[in-house]
């Protein structure tokens, strides 16, 4: 699978991805990250990203012609089933199935915004709008960055075992977080490690972790199993 990012700061990218899991899919050809200069597709003297916005207001607005330009120059690059998203924090929140959806596509087309965002007209040249999350980042990078995270360890064989996906958070329908974790020593500062972990009864560890899986969902996203969303603020 093939991911192609377009961006005012390619430099930002590189360190993320080339680390882990993600550098190993790369360095294995199992996926391609091509970052790309936004400012490589503009076409006045200025390499000029970003104009005043129409109407007044604070800020700049990102012009849509280095982002036409940039998608029309890349396309050929890919395979025939490539999508182009626009990150955006006005977009339809990230799932895990999306990213399970993607990664069965040849590859994604990646726009990230700055400023005050990108001119509206962008959409008439994306397939989808995606935000990661509702809050307002200073541009697109970093979800940029997850995106791919999140889709390329669901391309087969990126994750050597598949076992320990289906029992990650977000799996299973999306209903259920991952059981608790725990690795030696036994006991640390007086907190000792769930003895059923420790005593290789795997019927029992099953159940046990399912157990565990439901209770923290039922705690910290009761909104998963259709239950009142609490205020979880967290300060609680
Ligand atoms: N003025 C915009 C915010 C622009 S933030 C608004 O009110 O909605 C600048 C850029 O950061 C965006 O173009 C987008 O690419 C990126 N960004 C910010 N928050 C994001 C989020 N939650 N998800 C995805 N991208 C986001």
């Known amino acids: ?35 790309h200069d936004l400012r490589d597709f503009t076409d006045d003297p200025h390499r000029a990203v970003d104009d005043r916005p129409y109407g007044g207001g604070a800020g700049m607005v990102m012009k849509v012609e280095p982002f036409v330009r940039g998608i029309e120059a890349i396309r050929p690059e890919c395979g025939p089933n490539t999508r182009t998203v626009l990150l955006s924090p006005q977009g339809r929140l990230l799932r895990q199935r999306d990213a399970q959806r993607w990664a069965a596509l040849d590859g994604l087309i990646l726009l990230c915004g700055r400023y005050e965002g990108i001119d509206e007209r962008i959409l008439h040249f994306v397939d989808e709008e995606i935000s990661i999350g509702d809050y307002v980042l200073t541009g697109g990078e970093t979800a940029a960055a997850i995106v791919v995270e999140a889709t390329a360890r669901m391309t087969p064989g990126v994750v050597g075992r598949f076992d320990s996906i289906e029992s990650d958070s977000f799996y299973d329908e999306e209903k259920r977080l991952g059981a608790p974790q725990y690795t030696r020593p036994p006991v640390f500062r007086g907190l000792a490690v769930p003895e059923v972990l420790q005593a290789g009864d795997h019927a029992r560890i099953k159940a046990y972790r399912e157990a565990e899986a439901w209770k923290k969902t039922a705690r910290n996203r009761p909104d998963l199993l259709g239950l009142d969303l609490e205020e979880t603020t967290g300060d609680g």
């Open 1 to 35: 699978m093939r991911f192609d990012i377009l961006t005012i700061f390619p430099e930002s990218l590189p360190g993320l991805l080339s680390v882990g899991i993600i550098g190993q899919a790369q360095e294995a050809g199992q996926i391609e990250v091509h970052i």
